[in-house]
Structures are given as C-alpha cells and as structure tokens.
C-alpha cells in the first residue's frame, strides 16, 4: 500500500516553480528524478527535494499541473504542508507575473512586501 500522497496545485511552469524554491532557499534536483517513501518505494518527478531522513519531497507532472508528490508522515521541512505550498505558491505566482509582465514589455517601477506577507507590484511600460 503506498504511503505518497499527491497533492494537487495550481503550478504549470516549471521554471516558475524552479524560481520559487530558489527564492526559498530550498535545495532540490531537476530532472526525471526519484522521490524516496516507506520503504523503498519511489514516484518519478520533475523536480525532487531531498530530506535528511530518506523521505523526499517532489512535484511530478500529471497532464495538466504539477502536483506535490510526498510520504506526509515523514515530513521534515521547517514549515507544515500547507505552509509549505502557500509560500511556494507565493512566490510561484511572483515569478509569473513577472514573466509575464517582461515578455509584454513591462518593467517592475515598485514593489512592496505588505505586513500580512503579501506583495504589492506596480509595472509600467514605456512606449514611443
């Protein structure tokens, strides 16, 4: 019986994703890597953390997102699970919206970290 969980998101760019756990502090590997479980058992994903304790942490492609992949039972990360996701999600979306905004031709004028942790961007866009 398999002890990993599958947890679903709203992440679809890896690089995004990549950008995120960077931002973190958060060590990971890319590539079709192998998540670690109760014993022995492993699931494929996209990108893997690896925890001191043997159990990874991942998030694997199903078709439409990447959902993390994980033996919640053996969790050893700082934050809990949903903290985990909130702050990757976080970050995740800056990274986006900055992709986004610089492939339309906007610049970042201000941004702003508000005392509830969330963040306040203004773009702005120069045109001839």
Do not use: C
Not at 1 to 21: E, Q, V, Y
Not at 97 to 111: L, R
């Amino acid at each position: 019986m398999s002890h990993f969980s599958n947890i679903k998101t709203k992440i679809r760019n890896l690089s995004s994703l990549k950008s995120a756990l960077n931002d973190m502090g958060i060590d990971w590997k890319e590539g079709s890597g192998s998540v670690r479980g109760y014993q022995g058992e492993t699931r494929n994903a996209a990108v893997v953390v690896e925890q001191d304790n043997n159990y990874d942490i991942g998030f694997s492609w199903n078709g439409s997102e990447y959902e993390l992949v994980a033996d919640l039972q053996y969790w050893n990360q700082p934050l809990t699970v949903d903290g985990f996701l909130r702050q990757v999600t976080q970050r995740y979306a800056y990274h986006t919206v900055i992709e986004a905004t610089n492939k339309k031709g906007f610049n970042i004028s201000e941004e702003q970290k508000n005392e509830d942790g969330s963040i306040r961007l203004v773009v702005q866009r120069w045109s001839a």
